[in-house]
């Protein structure tokens, strides 16, 4: 049982569904491909729950990436065509590697991944699961990018960019996120406190993926979980989020999340387009 308060005492909070994966015998799994004859996209069994999200609008200084994993930042840049993942991969990472560097004082950072998403994408799949590529919907499972393995599997495929050992000192993954339009109300990030979470509320999940399979964690519901977001969020607001921290272990360097209802969205509201690209840093 977790016994660190989070410092979200006093916040407004929502209440609606976080989804929670069920007790399982099996390991969970998911395809990003086309799954074997007869087998399915994934087995995993969903068990949401009703929690309270406290909003950070106005105590954004509340949280840090060093204490908490989680850091609310503004990043004006002057990129604008996410629609050319090209474009996106040789402009916008480097716009993130560079703000990744002077918030955190290193100088190893690789952006090597991104995923666009809006509600439409994935559509025609007919349990939800996010499609490969980089067009995806909102994830609504709560869940954590990275487990030890998988780190250690991306070091490798980078290895000719990380120098010698790059093992040997600090580590990290993270998540950068935010909308590509605002203010936003449908499907918002939430954020579990990963001083609210144990060990054993982490799943190892799966993903069969090209060129190679891959494993992230599934979050197990725990009544102790304190969990967060934004409220509004404009284009210029983003998310800095932990997804491995060698220096923590593994439900420490963790911050799950997942996309939730929120119960107080205007009808004529925004649909959700957000992009998140993934980071891996080293050194600091």
Known sequence: MSTVAPPFAGLKTVRAAIGYIGDMRDE???YYREPPAGEPYTNVID?????DIADLRGHTDRLSVDRDGIAFVRHDHRFADFEDDDLVRSGYYRDVEQMFRDFLGVETVIAYDFSVRRPAHG???PDGIPVAGTRRRPIKRAHGDFIRQSFEGFVDYFGDRLGPDPLAGRCRAFNFWRPLRGPLTDGPLALCHPATVVQDDL????QYNDP???YICALRHNP???????SQMEADEAIIFSSYDNAHPEHRGVVTHCA???PGRSADGLPRESIEVRVLVFGG
Request: net charge neutral; with cysteine; hydrophobic share 30%.
């Open 224 to 230: 102790d979980h304190r969990w967060c977001y934004l």
């Open 260 to 262: 939730f209802d929120d």
């Open 28 to 30: 969970p799994y998911m």
């Open 47 to 51: 068990d949401p729950h009703q929690v």
């Open 203 to 206: 799943v190892r999940m799966r």
């Open 123 to 125: 559509a025609a799949r």
């Open 212 to 214: 190679k399979d891959n």
